[in-house]
Structure formats: structure tokens, C-alpha cells
């Protein structure tokens, strides 16, 4: 029965390391469940279409009209007439087909540009969506990762704390310590009790920020490895980082395209102040079974000319128009300086979480060691009289605290990685498939 009962365990340990998801999975699910990215997928298929709209506006446009109309007339003529009065009934119909080409009209060449900036505005929003799924899926697994290692390390300081207290109270009992070491070794196990519940409450919600991304709450995930290489930028040069921020990154783009649109609307709405040329044409085919002299015609004409308007006042609304897109196109511009500079401070915190997280990871990995020998240090000490039970709660604190530090610096260092391609604009599924890489 026991190696059957072990056999059962090892089977479903092995049946739950296959159903981990790792951070491809959760990605691969989230490009099809997220929200958001469906969002900006459907906003950027209707940016799309600014530009179609746009090169409309400098085709021709052709519209056909008919009508029939049915017609009762009842005259009766003044004075002597050679034509007969009475009352006529008869059917009237016509068809025209008319075309309008513009020649000159700069205002719709002006939408024909905004059109343009539009529709690749509209592409570099849906790229950044993209990049932004990447981040908050990395963001979302690696929080539940930290969640998952706080109530591990929860409960094992619980464990230990529990055998603490045991130890104290048996050592109060045989005399060989005081209940001032019971005391403390509760308190120390209660607040281990508040701790775990703490951190299993912030499991439920990390597993349900990501169930928001995804559609569904994830069985099993897969974790970090201890072997985890640390690598710097590469380049290691913050400059060339923030320069290629500077020119890349998307956020930027998007506002220099705004300042784009910004210059073409101020052109727009100055060719309020321009005359307009279209080359117009017509044919038009009308026929009546009477009229009100009582003979019914078929008429056929054909025409085809120039049209100008000249707008020569419309109570200043042009004037007024032009002086607010030029408003708007200085805060385009302030904008865009604004975003420039954001972007280079964004750049440097996450080249400098790169690097200095890797030096955290070191020296807390150094501290682990450093804890680790601490505690056992004050165990023996215990065992031979020159340490309290107190000594050992404290180190084992340390001890924990140690590697919750060091959980924390590794996923950090990570997210610091994804948020420096981010800010230069380069952040691809490749960079979240290297991370992936140093799961289990």
C-alpha cells in the first residue's frame, strides 16, 4: 500500500509539472482572450480606414438621380388663347447623372495627408498594444509567482515558528527556560498565522489579475529556476539606450504623427481662405406623356464646365478655426517634448533596474548564504546554552525575509529586462520567449 501510495504521488506530481502553464502559454491565451489588445485591434482597423476616406476626397464623385412624377393640372386661360384650357393629367420622368472632379481644393488635399497619419498612427497604437500585452502578461505571471513564493515561505516559516514553540514550551515545562521564550514564541507563530492568510489573500487576487488577462484562472505556473543567468543591456551604454528611445520608442511616435496631423489641420483650415475649382459635368434624359399645353415632350441635355467659388466672408468662423488648430498644433508640439523627455527618464530607470538589479540579485544571494549560516549558527548555540529560543525566531526572520528579498530582486531584474526593449521601442515576442527560457 505505501509504494502504491507513492507511486499515486509521484504520478500526480508529474501530471501537475505537465499541465504548468509557463509564460508563453499564458501569453499565446491572452492574444486571443485579453480585452484590451481586442480593443486596440478593432480601433486600429477603423484607423485604417482614415486613409481610404482621405484619397476619396480627390476622386471624383458621381451621383445619378431619377424621378417620376405624376401630374394634374386644371387651367383655365384669361382673355383669347390659341390654347385650349381644362384639366390635364400626364406622367413626368427624368434621370440625370452628374460628375464633380476637384481641381483645386486644398482643403481636401490636406485630409488626404491627415488621412495618411491617421491610418499609420493607428498601426503604431495597435504595435503598442501589443508591446503593452507583453508587459502586463510578464507583469501579471511574475506577481503571481512572487504571490505563490510568499504563502510557500508563509508557511514554512509557520512550520518552523510551530517547532519553536514546542521546543520553548518543553523547555518551560523541564524548568530549563522561562515562559518569557513560550510568550514570545506565540506571538511570533500568531502574527505567522496573520502573514499566511495575508499572503494567501494576495494569491487569489494575482491569480485573478490574471484570469483579467486571459479569461480564466491558471491551474499550475511554471517557476523561475535558481540558475537564472544575469545579463547587462546590451549595449552597456545608458546614452545609446536613451537615444534610441528617443527615436523609437513608440509612444513617440505616435505624438510626432500627432504633430503631423496637427501641421495638415492648420493647412486645412487655412485653405478655408482659398478658392475652390472642380471640373463638373452632367447628362440628363426627361420625359413628360403631357405638359400644361397639353403635348408631351422627350428632352436630352448634356453639360460640362468649370465650377469656382470664392468664399469672400462667413463672419470670421475660418479665421477663428485657423487660429485654433494653431493652438492645437503648439500643444502637439509641447506634447511631443513633454513625451521625448518622459520617454529618456522611463529609459534610464529601466537601464538602471537592469543593472543594479543584478547586483542586488548577487548580494542578496550572498545574503541568503550569509542567513542561512546564521541560523544554523544560533541553533547550535541554542543546543549549547549561549543562545535563546528568542536568537533563533530572529534568525529564522532574517532567513525568510532573505529570500523573500531575493524573490522579488529576480523578478524585478526581469520586468526591468522587458521594460528597457519597451522604452526603446524593440520589445518583441522574442524577448518574452529568452525569459521563458529560464522557467521549470
Do not use: C
Not at 21 to 37: E, G, N, V
Not at 260 to 274: D, M, W
Not at 341 to 365: C, D, H, P
Request: charged residues 20%.
Amino acid at each position: 500500500m505505501k509504494r502504491l501510495a507513492s507511486a499515486l504521488l509521484l504520478s500526480a506530481a508529474f501530471a501537475s509539472f505537465a499541465e504548468a502553464s509557463d509564460l508563453m502559454d499564458i501569453y499565446s491565451q491572452a492574444l486571443t482572450s485579453d480585452s484590451a489588445l481586442a480593443s486596440a485591434k478593432a480601433a486600429y482597423q477603423a484607423g485604417q480606414e482614415k486613409l481610404p476616406q482621405g484619397r476619396a476626397l480627390l476622386l471624383p464623385s458621381v451621383n445619378l438621380s431619377a424621378n417620376s412624377t405624376w401630374n394634374k393640372t386644371d387651367i383655365q386661360y384669361r382673355g383669347p388663347s390659341s390654347f385650349a384650357g381644362g384639366q390635364r393629367d400626364y406622367n413626368s420622368n427624368g434621370a440625370t447623372l452628374s460628375l464633380s472632379q476637384p481641381i483645386y481644393r486644398p482643403q481636401n488635399w490636406a485630409l488626404y495627408q491627415e488621412g495618411k497619419l491617421q491610418s499609420a498612427q493607428a498601426e503604431i497604437q495597435y504595435t503598442t498594444a501589443q508591446q503593452d500585452l507583453i508587459l502586463r502578461v510578464a507583469q501579471a505571471y511574475f506577481d503571481a509567482l512572487l504571490a505563490q513564493d510568499a504563502v510557500a515561505l508563509a508557511k514554512a516559516q509557520l512550520q518552523s515558528i510551530s517547532e519553536q514553540l514546542a521546543q520553548a514550551k518543553m523547555n518551560f515545562e523541564v524548568g530549563t527556560a522561562t515562559i518569557t521564550d513560550t510568550h514570545e514564541a506565540q506571538a511570533r507563530y500568531d502574527l505567522g498565522t496573520a502573514s499566511e492568510i495575508a499572503a494567501l489573500n494576495s494569491l487569489e487576487l494575482k491569480q485573478r489579475a490574471l484570469e483579467r488577462i486571459i479569461g480564466k484562472l491558471p491551474q499550475s505556473l511554471a517557476v523561475l529556476a535558481t540558475s537564472m543567468p544575469l545579463q547587462g543591456p546590451e549595449p552597456a551604454d545608458m546614452t545609446k539606450w536613451v537615444e534610441a528611445a528617443e527615436q523609437n520608442n513608440l509612444q513617440v511616435q505616435i505624438q510626432r504623427a500627432a504633430v503631423e496631423i496637427a501641421n495638415q489641420e492648420v493647412a486645412r483650415n487655412r485653405g478655408g481662405h482659398h478658392p475652390t475649382l472642380d471640373l463638373v459635368a452632367s447628362y440628363s434624359d426627361t420625359g413628360a406623356t403631357g405638359s400644361s399645353f397639353g403635348v408631351g415632350n422627350d428632352t436630352k441635355a448634356s453639360a460640362i464646365g468649370l465650377q469656382l467659388n470664392l468664399p469672400l466672408y462667413q463672419g470670421g468662423a475660418i479665421s477663428s478655426r485657423v487660429r485654433e488648430a494653431v493652438a492645437n498644433q503648439e500643444k502637439a508640439r509641447q506634447d511631443l517634448e513633454q513625451t521625448v523627455r518622459q520617454t529618456a527618464l522611463t529609459t534610464r530607470e529601466a537601464y538602471f533596474g537592469v543593472t543594479s538589479g543584478i547586483s542586488q540579485v548577487k548580494a542578496l544571494e550572498q545574503a541568503l548564504v550569509s542567513s542561512q549560516s546564521s541560523l544554523d549558527s544560533t541553533k547550535l548555540g541554542l543546543e549549547v546554552g549561549v543562545r535563546t529560543n528568542v536568537d533563533v525566531l530572529n534568525a529564522q526572520q532574517q532567513l525568510y525575509s532573505t529570500k523573500s528579498e531575493l524573490y522579488k530582486a529576480r523578478y524585478n531584474y526581469l520586468l526591468s529586462r522587458l521594460r528597457l526593449k519597451s522604452a526603446a521601442g524593440t520589445l518583441a515576442e522574442d524577448d518574452l520567449q529568452q525569459v521563458n527560457r529560464w522557467l521549470k
